[in-house]
């Protein structure tokens, strides 16, 4: 649905071209690809999905959302734990898959080129916001939240957990590093479980994507061009 109106907004001219053979483009082709272009995308899919989600959520599941029956200094201690882990994976996985050793930690992103548009575009302020807060929130949502308390119903929560990790690494679109986006989704998944509650997941989520925002964003700034 989010993919469907974000078509709407911004690619409404190019549709009714392919589906009424219009050739007359009132859209700039050049103009659709520039990093403007680029991270208002981002940042209107991103509201889009929220806003989705936000309707899966009343009062009770609300609750859950934001519980943790662990402390925030713990929450930031794991965190900061699970970010040594994902470190650890990726350097395993550079021994099987070709991943540049300076940009290595980058690559865990699979929007990589809307994150420099919309770094590029609006700074740091306006990404932190969209990727380290917003998208961490919906996602895990989505995958820890519905998909998993859904499943667990009816297959336990150790398939439940397997599933919902699957399909979290297929939606990132980047097959090289399923087995990263597949591990992530393991353990985010096994806290909530832990801890009862979606916080300690999205702060997991959040730091992560918060670090690797910060590596883009100085190499973006001080050594361009290498990712």
Same mark, same amino acid.
């Given at each position: 649905? *989010?993919?469907?109106?974000?078509?709407?907004?911004?690619?409404?001219?190019?549709?009714?071209?392919?589906?009424?053979?219009?050739?007359?483009?009132?859209?700039?082709?050049? !103009?659709?690809?520039? +990093?403007?272009?680029?991270?208002?995308?981002?940042?209107?899919?991103?509201?889009?999905? !929220?806003?989705?989600?936000? #309707?899966?959520?009343?009062?009770?599941? !609300?609750?859950?959302?934001? +519980?943790?029956?662990?402390?925030?200094? +713990?929450?930031?201690?794991?965190?900061?734990?699970?970010?040594?882990?994902?470190?650890?994976?990726?350097?395993?996985?550079?021994?099987?898959?070709?991943?540049?050793?300076?940009?290595? #930690?980058? +690559?865990?992103?699979?929007?990589?080129?809307?994150?420099?548009?919309?770094?590029?575009?609006?700074?740091?302020?306006?990404?932190?916001?969209?990727?380290?807060?917003?998208?961490? #929130?919906?996602?895990?949502?989505? =995958?820890?939240?519905?998909?998993?308390?859904?499943?667990?119903?009816?297959?336990?929560?150790?398939?439940?957990?397997?599933?919902? *990790?699957?399909?979290?690494?297929?939606?990132? =679109?980047?097959?090289?590093?399923?087995? #990263?986006?597949?591990?992530?989704?393991?353990?985010?998944?096994? *806290?909530?479980?832990?801890?009862?509650?979606? !916080?300690?997941?999205?702060?997991?989520?959040?730091?992560?994507?918060?670090?690797?925002?910060?590596?883009?964003?100085?190499?973006?700034?001080?050594?361009?061009?290498?990712?």
């Amino acid at each position: 649905m *989010a993919q469907m109106l974000l078509m709407v907004i911004f690619y409404y001219q190019d549709y009714m071209n392919y589906y009424f053979d219009i050739v007359y483009s009132y859209v700039d082709d050049e !103009l659709l690809e520039t +990093q403007l272009f680029t991270a208002n995308t981002l940042i209107a899919y991103s509201v889009i999905v !929220l806003i989705l989600t936000l #309707f899966f959520l009343n009062k009770k599941r !609300l609750k859950f959302v934001f +519980q943790s029956n662990i402390r925030y200094m +713990q929450i930031i201690g794991c965190s900061i734990l699970f970010l040594i882990v994902n470190v650890i994976i990726l350097k395993v996985l550079r021994i099987f898959i070709d991943i540049d050793e300076a940009s290595m #930690f980058i +690559q865990s992103l699979s929007i990589r080129e809307e994150i420099k548009a919309l770094l590029f575009e609006y700074g740091f302020g306006v990404s932190f916001l969209i990727i380290a807060v917003i998208v961490p #929130f919906y996602e895990e949502i989505m =995958f820890r939240g519905i998909i998993l308390s859904s499943t667990e119903k009816h297959i336990g929560f150790k398939w439940a957990n397997v599933v919902q *990790a699957v399909l979290f690494a297929v939606v990132h =679109f980047n097959f090289e590093l399923f087995i #990263f986006y597949f591990v992530f989704g393991l353990i985010t998944g096994y *806290a909530v479980k832990r801890t009862n509650g979606l !916080l300690t997941g999205i702060v997991f989520h959040a730091v992560n994507n918060c670090f690797v925002l910060i590596a883009m964003y100085m190499v973006g700034k001080y050594a361009p061009g290498i990712y």
